[in-house]
């Protein structure tokens, strides 16, 4: 297994994917100001808010949603997909993410809420999406280039907060956004390369190292287990799996047992003090089922930002350092790539 010292992670990370980690609580701020910046004059909207997105855009709608919790006076969903919820109205406000401005499903979804005559804002670095809003007089949040869009997750979730805020879907929440980046920035500096050897984020890498993961979050933590999972698969460069309690206990349980000659499972399970009780004794009871290794973390700080962005953090480097232990760039993400270069070619050609 490779080192996880210094040396070796900057070795390991020649496109510095860690670094944009690591100024998670600076995307925090930054992003704030980004808002204001865009002078949001928004209209009420009684039918709540969609943050329509894909992959590291839409993260942001779901830890935006967690984050407010039961403070949210309106829906708040995410919509991964073309097409807006069947339910998107007039009275609804459409939050279109897509950090490069060109993801096809999102100006799909910015012309379906058009259509709708629907409240639209835009998040973005340009692109079509940024043109067209620009041409229809839609605000723009500005979002800063040169950076992998799922590591801009701290600026997505600070757009989706405060476009929540503007058309009345909750309160605003950016004293506490500010209290989460000042953690977060405590957080880098245990948790980071200068920190101690044996911290909790590069334990966990080693110790998740040659395994499938299972995230398992409950409550706040269900769409942060998600995130983990998606940064393993994007920085890892390996498989690994998210699931929620208590859903899970009903059915997913059963077949750990069946893992046995298929691949060596792990289980994280995130914890937070204010999931449901009977959630917490879940997760106690069903680590001792799960495949081992298996570990339960807990969520750091007093607000459910801070909470929610501790555990984004610690999952965001343990990705990069489970990257690094492979001997893998976490930076490309060469499928991926080429499926989008497969699926232009698609349009031209129809």
């Given at each position: 297994m490779t080192s996880?010292?210094?040396?070796?992670?900057?070795?390991g990370d020649p496109s510095r994917l860690?670094?944009?980690?690591?100024?998670?609580?600076?995307?925090?701020?930054?992003?704030?100001?980004?808002?204001?910046?865009?002078g949001l004059r928004l209209a009420?909207?009684?039918?709540?808010?969609?943050?329509?997105?894909?992959?590291?855009?839409?993260?942001?709608?779901?830890?935006?949603?967690?984050?407010?919790?039961?403070?949210?006076?309106?829906?708040?969903?995410?919509?991964r997909s073309y097409a807006l919820?069947?339910?998107?109205?007039?009275?609804?406000?459409?939050?279109?993410?897509?950090?490069?401005?060109?993801?096809?499903?999102?100006?799909?979804?910015?012309?379906?809420?058009?259509?709708?005559?629907?409240v639209r804002v835009v998040a973005t670095t340009g692109g079509r999406l940024a043109a067209a809003?620009?041409?229809?007089?839609?605000?723009?949040?500005?979002?800063?280039?040169?950076?992998?869009?799922?590591?801009?997750?701290?600026?997505?979730?600070?757009?989706?907060?405060?476009?929540?805020a503007a058309c009345g879907a909750g309160p605003s929440?950016?004293?506490?956004?500010?209290?989460?980046a000042d953690l977060l920035d405590s957080l880098s500096a245990g948790w980071g390369p200068e920190g101690a050897e044996d911290g909790l984020a590069r334990q966990l890498a080693r110790d998740l190292y040659g395994t499938l993961p299972v995230i398992v979050g409950a409550g706040l933590t269900i769409p942060v287990a998600?995130?983990?999972?998606?940064?393993?698969?994007e920085n890892a460069k390996v498989p690994a799996a998210a699931g929620e309690l208590p859903e899970l206990d009903h059915n997913e349980i059963q077949g750990w047992a069946g893992a046995d000659g298929l691949a060596r499972l792990s289980a994280v399970f995130l914890d937070d003090v204010d999931s449901h009780p009977r959630d917490r004794e879940r997760i106690a009871l069903t680590s001792e089922l799960a495949p081992h290794p298996a570990?339960?973390?807990?969520?750091?700080?007093?607000?459910?930002?801070?909470?929610?962005?501790?555990?984004?953090?610690?999952?965001?480097?343990?990705?990069?350092?489970?990257?690094?232990?492979?001997?893998?760039?976490?930076?490309?993400?060469?499928?991926?790539?080429?499926?989008?270069q497969r699926l232009a070619q698609t349009l031209t050609q129809s």
């Open positions: 996880l010292s210094p040396e070796a992670i900057a070795a860690l670094d944009d980690v690591l100024a998670m609580g600076e995307h925090l701020r930054d992003g704030l100001w980004r808002v204001e910046s865009a009420d909207a009684p039918g709540g808010l969609v943050v329509a997105g894909m992959g590291g855009s839409a993260i942001g709608g779901a830890l935006a949603a967690a984050a407010l919790g039961p403070r949210a006076a309106r829906p708040i969903a995410v919509s919820p069947p339910w998107t109205t007039q009275d609804t406000c459409v939050l279109c993410s897509s950090y490069s401005g060109d993801t096809e499903e999102t100006v799909a979804a910015y012309a379906a809420a058009g259509r709708l005559g629907a809003a620009r041409a229809d007089g839609v605000p723009v949040i500005p979002l800063p280039a040169a950076l992998q869009p799922r590591a801009a997750v701290g600026y997505l979730t600070a757009a989706a907060l405060e476009v929540a929440l950016g004293s506490e956004i500010e209290a989460a998600y995130r983990w999972k998606t940064q393993l698969n570990f339960a973390v807990s969520s750091r700080g007093a607000t459910r930002t801070e909470r929610l962005f501790s555990l984004v953090l610690l999952g965001d480097l343990v990705s990069v350092y489970a990257a690094v232990l492979r001997g893998v760039d976490p930076t490309p993400v060469e499928a991926l790539t080429r499926l989008k």
